[in-house]
């Protein structure tokens, strides 16, 4: 609009200074290589109105109708891609960094689509599931950069209806696209934790489990994945092991996992590998909790189990748990006097702690 006021204002001063010199007979004369060219100069300088009125003309054909489409197309392209990303947070559990995405996306360009995305992350969480697939169904389909948020979206939305065979197609159609394991996050795992597919979840999980991202989420599901394989009634020797292959390190130093283990190893008939599980478990890392799970497994020596508590005890000290265990083993081996010493001691301990 500056440069329009500017032309209109030079082409007045123009036309003023034309009418000046209309009466005179004043011409210029300018050299074209071995041409001289003599102009009058009224017509000179309508010649140079015409040119800059052409030049300006020019300008804004290549700004406006040129480089506007070329930089709409960049600016749709740049608010597309920040939208996408937005997206991938809000739906990995991400607000925080979703939101800066969505405010760029904004600031470049609006897009009806967004809408439709939060909206139907909104019904997900709400627990409208079926709200949220009419919602996906209603999306444009030749949307591309929308394919990875939608195709995760439908994949979730499909878990949560326990259309689990569908859930699998679409997160493997997600990664096919270019969404990343850690954006899909522990949802191939509740899969197949849901299906009990667990040779899926062992081929899936390592790949996790490094995976900053995930951070306690991949902890806390392997904690509930292996607790309900462990306590399997129908859990075989060759499955156990299977099982104790596949275990993140991590998670042998767990009470419950331990428990949960020597339970299952006593129920296949390896009470002597429970037995010492237990106790080197115990030995790397002193969790009295466990001594009443070690005195109660069958078909042990139970003076090496005595001989292991008194070194326990010489090691780490009294505990009402050990005394207790020893009291047990004496009780056993029909000691009984010092079965009494050991929860004379025991109560003892109680009484001066309370």
Not at 196 to 201: N, T
Not at 235 to 264: F, K, N, S
Not at 327 to 352: K, L, P, V
Request: glycine share 6%; charged share 30%.
């Amino acid at each position: 609009m500056k440069r329009l006021l500017l032309f209109i204002v030079f082409f007045f001063a123009l036309g003023a200074l034309g009418y000046w010199y209309a009466g005179t007979q004043s011409f210029v004369m300018f050299r074209v290589g071995e041409w001289v060219v003599q102009v009058q100069l009224l017509t000179g300088l309508f010649m140079l109105v015409v040119f800059l009125w052409l030049l300006n003309g020019l300008m804004f054909f290549v700004d406006q109708v040129l480089g506007g489409r070329l930089f709409a197309r960049l600016r749709k392209s740049r608010a597309a891609n920040r939208q996408r990303k937005g997206i991938l947070e809000l739906i990995s559990g991400r607000p925080k960094n979703a939101k800066e995405h969505f405010l760029r996306a904004a600031n470049i360009d609006q897009d009806a689509n967004l809408d439709r995305l939060l909206a139907c992350r909104s019904a997900i969480e709400a627990g409208q599931f079926d709200r949220a697939l009419n919602i996906l169904n209603n999306m444009p389909a030749h949307e591309r950069e929308l394919d990875g948020p939608v195709r995760l979206l439908r994949a979730r939305v499909m878990f949560h209806l326990n259309r689990l065979e569908e859930a699998q197609e679409y997160c493997a159609e997600a990664r096919r696209v270019g969404i990343k394991e850690a954006q899909l996050g522990t949802l191939p795992l509740l899969i197949a934790e849901k299906r009990r597919d667990w040779k899926a979840y062992d081929q899936i999980a390592p790949g996790l489990r490094g995976l900053s991202e995930l951070g306690s989420s991949i902890e806390s599901l392997d904690h509930r994945v292996f607790m309900s394989r462990l306590s399997d009634r129908r859990l075989d020797a060759q499955g156990l092991d299977r099982i104790r292959l596949v275990m993140p390190p991590g998670l042998r130093e767990d009470a419950l996992i331990v428990e949960d283990l020597v339970a299952a190893l006593v129920r296949v008939g390896e009470s002597e590998e429970a037995e010492k599980m237990l106790r080197e478990s115990l030995h790397a890392r002193w969790q009295p909790e466990l001594l009443k799970d070690y005195v109660s497994i069958p078909d042990v020596d139970r003076e090496r189990q005595a001989t292991q508590l008194e070194k326990w005890r010489h090691r780490n000290g009294d505990s009402p748990e050990l005394l207790q265990a020893l009291e047990q083993i004496s009780e056993e081996s029909g000691n009984w006097q010092a079965a009494q010493d050991y929860g004379r001691e025991r109560m003892n301990q109680i009484d001066t702690t309370n």
